[in-house]
Nanobody
């Protein structure tokens, strides 16, 4: 059983920055595709960013391109999400996820393990 724990959320004013971290235990981190998703009240869970194993190719939702950066440190079993130029519409609970054999990394169904989430609130 793989466990994922997010940290780094908080309250920030519009235009500010935050860095989220997600640390994995109970599995082989370097073998997973890692992703970040978010969910606002009354809305469905949506894709934010993903990073593959091996090639380290990255993928981003159109709404965050140019502002967010995903990265991973396999030695620390950790994936990061650097968020810059934050907007009020970025407010949500952010979840990290791991996929053993994900082919469509933007789809929630590709992921096998999920963290419990961390709250990000951006004030106007």
């Amino acid at each position: 059983q793989v466990q994922l724990v997010e940290s780094g959320g908080g309250l920030v004013q519009a235009g500010g920055s935050l860095r989220l971290s997600c640390t994995a235990s109970g599995g082989t981190f370097s073998s997973y595709v890692m992703g970040w998703f978010r969910q606002a009240p009354g809305k469905e869970r949506e894709f934010v960013a993903a990073i593959r194993r091996g090639t380290y190719n990255t993928y981003y939702a159109d709404s965050v391109k140019g502002r967010f950066t995903i990265s991973r440190d396999n030695a620390k079993n950790t994936v990061y999400l650097q968020m810059n130029s934050l907007k009020p519409e970025d407010t949500a609970v952010y979840y990290c996820a791991a996929a053993r054999n994900g082919l469509i990394v933007t789809n929630t169904r590709a992921y096998d393990y999920w963290g419990q989430g961390t709250q990000v609130t951006v004030s106007s």
